[in-house]
């Protein structure tokens, strides 16, 4: 539940089961009493009608809080003081780096960092199709090292440079 969207469907589901909560919050819910097993079940479905999901195992809860916290760290990332992200997220979730980092691939199969640059490749994408920022001013904001920087990762997984990326987007627009 990383969206201001998200809280409001998982309120309505919440209202419409007649499921008491005290609140919800950045990727948790807190209710007022434990719940039955067919009202959970009945939560649980209610929730993927709206694709989203119940986890209650205490791995998978803390993978997610790990992925809401880095797409925080990458849209923030003008906003935050310079940091290397496994401090960000020790700070962020109150763990050692290594807990997380180890439960993370066990959940997702990747590595954090592997994660973080996928999804930062994927905001490249989107600022270059919005076209409104240069790529200086992309790897900038993004807090990459250098244009090069950004350009090999993007090469790394996309296969393209940003410039024939966004060659490619344009004509398929056509």
Do not use: C
Not at 45 to 70: C, F, G, P, T, Y
Not at 75 to 88: E, G, H, V
Not at 154 to 164: H, I, N, Q
């Amino acid at each position: 539940m990383t969206t201001v969207t998200s809280k409001i469907v998982v309120e309505q589901a919440l209202q419409e089961l007649a499921i008491p909560y005290i609140k919800i919050g950045h990727g948790n819910l807190e209710i007022t009493n434990p719940l039955s097993t067919a009202k959970k079940e009945q939560l649980s479905q209610k929730l993927l009608q709206l694709e989203l999901e119940l986890l209650e195992d205490n791995k998978h809860i803390l993978a997610e809080k790990v992925k809401d916290s880095i797409y925080e760290m990458v849209r923030l990332s003008n906003d935050l003081p310079k940091i290397n992200y496994s401090d960000y997220l020790s700070k962020q979730l109150n763990y050692d780096y290594t807990y997380i980092a180890n439960i993370f691939i066990e959940i997702t199969g990747v590595t954090i960092r592997d994660f973080i640059i996928s999804y930062k490749v994927e905001k490249v994408k989107e600022l270059i199709m919005n076209d409104e920022l240069n790529l200086t001013e992309i790897s900038n904001k993004l807090n990459y090292s250098s244009i090069g920087h950004l350009s090999n990762q993007f090469k790394k997984v996309t296969g393209l440079s940003p410039t024939d990326y966004k060659k490619l987007a344009l004509q398929s627009r056509l």
